[in-house]
């Protein structure tokens, strides 16, 4: 696949010059073509029939395997969600933290994570990382990591920055499990959740998806609890509620997810190049090197996540609703001061020029 033939794929990049994937990624073609094709097929044969539910239970089972593959864990480990967020509410709810307890998180977290880690009722210590160079984030971290530390809380990119945390280092240092927020970095970088006891992705960010996707990694599915069930909680149940869980992570699937969402996902995951990882770092790096050669102030360091925030003098609303207006997508991040682009594989040099450029008139 060429990279006009994958850019060819979204019908809204002939318009604009799409830098928000960090908030929700450009729809591609097929992902809309599927959708389509399973709504008309409801239409036409009905949604209560053997045959959908068949096609549905079939539909989750590719679509598990094929994220499950995307970020090197086994199926059985993987449950499919709606989002990151609803993922970090599962491990929260099911691990029973109590006032006693203590979680590690970072000020440069999205509200997804730290609502429900607030919401756990247990401490909530904050490392903070965000106006720090990157190489001295993991030593803050662990200065709020103590015995009482029952979770640690943060993302492999942070969506403020754009500053990949090294997880690896992290996991060697601290006992304690991890759950990771894979927001903006399942999609954008490569990424082997296996080594980490919960990660999870989002389907409508970097891999394009329609917006109520996404799964969950549990790396040891028996030692977190099914507090917030489902249908698809249990293989057998009795009149006063108890049940038998399914096996593995599919016990924590949540929802009743669309065919056409499920169908769609999938469309966008096996419409990715080979090349996608290679072509977001290289086009990253361009971003960020214009912006600073243009005089901006670039928080983001180099060789990081596909993430690049700048500051902004003047207010970071107005400035991207006029970068709208002329036809340019990015992200302004409340209260912080930084406007911030997401890069991705489709994204061209043109497009760079394009958000220079507009940043400029403004």
Request: hydrophobic share 40%; with cysteine; aromatic share 8%.
């Amino acid at each position: 696949m060429t990279f006009e033939e994958a850019r060819g794929a979204f019908p809204v990049l002939e318009r604009y010059a799409y830098l928000n994937a960090g908030s929700i990624g450009p729809l591609p073609r097929a992902t809309y073509d599927a959708i389509a094709a399973a709504e008309r097929d409801e239409l036409e044969h009905g949604r209560g029939t053997w045959r959908y539910v068949t096609r549905m239970l079939e539909a989750r089972d590719r679509l598990r395997a094929s994220l499950a593959s995307l970020v090197g864990v086994e199926p059985e480990l993987l449950s499919l969600t709606t989002s990151t967020s609803e993922g970090c509410r599962i491990v929260l709810a099911g691990l029973g933290l109590t006032a006693e307890d203590e979680v590690v998180t970072t000020d440069a977290e999205h509200f997804g994570l730290t609502g429900a880690l607030h919401a756990s009722g247990a401490r909530v210590r904050v490392a903070k990382v965000r106006d720090l160079p990157a190489d001295q984030a993991l030593d803050a971290i662990l200065v709020e990591v103590g015995p009482r530390t029952k979770l640690v809380g943060l993302s492999h990119v942070l969506w403020l920055t754009g500053h990949i945390v090294p997880l690896e280092e992290l996991r060697q240092a601290v006992a304690a499990p991890l759950l990771v927020d894979g927001a903006q970095s399942v999609g954008a970088i490569p990424v082997d959740a296996a080594a980490f006891d919960f990660y999870t992705v989002s389907g409508q960010k970097w891999l394009c998806g329609p917006a109520p996707t996404g799964a969950l990694y549990v790396k040891d599915p028996e030692r977190l609890a099914v507090a917030l069930p489902s249908y698809f909680s249990q293989t057998s149940y009795e009149p006063d509620g108890a049940f038998e869980p399914q096996s593995g992570a599919l016990r924590f699937d949540p929802a009743w997810i669309p065919v056409g969402f499920l169908d769609g996902l999938q469309a966008a995951i096996d419409g990715a190049p080979d090349w996608r990882y290679d072509r977001a770092r290289e086009v990253t790096d361009l971003c960020r090197r214009r912006l600073v050669e243009a005089g901006y102030d670039v928080v983001t360091e180099p060789g990081h996540g596909t993430l690049v925030s700048w500051r902004w003098p003047d207010e970071t609303k107005e400035a991207a609703q006029a970068l709208a207006d002329a036809g340019v997508l990015i992200r302004d991040l409340p209260g912080t001061g930084l406007l911030r682009a997401s890069c991705g594989y489709w994204t061209s040099e043109e497009d760079v020029e394009r958000l220079v450029t507009g940043l400029s008139a403004l």
